[in-house]
């Protein structure tokens, strides 16, 4: 019913940036907070991110400078620019959303696929 895809990962050298994309199809009625997260080999998932949907943001201390959450309503979409990366910001990318379906009277959270983000010289 709902799709959240992601893209933009890839490669980069430490110090270069990258931007993540997600977008949301299906019968959605309306979305609340849009989130990145990632996750580490061998760590847990981290929340990286969080856009409401009024526009407010919350960051990660590892993240804040760095990275910028944005979205665009029209879109049903959420990116991630990522300046400054480090070796340590390599992961795979997850978008989550929490939203409501049409038809529903609640809302739940939605995940993407992942994409890989790997940070190497």
């Known amino acids: 019913q709902v799709q959240l895809v992601e893209s933009g990962g890839g490669l980069v050298q430490p110090g270069g940036s990258l931007r993540l994309s997600c977008a949301a199809s299906?019968?959605?009625?309306?979305?609340?907070?849009m989130a990145w997260y990632r996750q580490a080999p061998g760590k847990q998932r981290e929340l990286v991110a969080v856009?409401?949907?009024?526009?407010?943001?919350v960051y990660a201390g590892s993240v804040k400078g760095r990275f910028t959450i944005s979205r665009d309503n029209t879109k049903n979409a959420v990116y991630l620019q990522m300046n400054s990366l480090k070796p340590e910001d390599m992961a795979v990318y997850y978008c989550?959303?929490?939203?409501?379906?049409?038809?529903?009277?609640?809302?739940?959270?939605?995940w993407g696929q992942g994409t890989q983000v790997t940070v190497s010289s």
């Open positions: 989550n959303a929490n939203l409501r379906l049409s038809g529903s009277r609640y809302s739940n959270e939605y």
């Open positions: 299906g019968s959605i009625f309306s979305i609340n907070a």
């Open positions: 856009i409401a949907s009024g526009g407010s943001t």
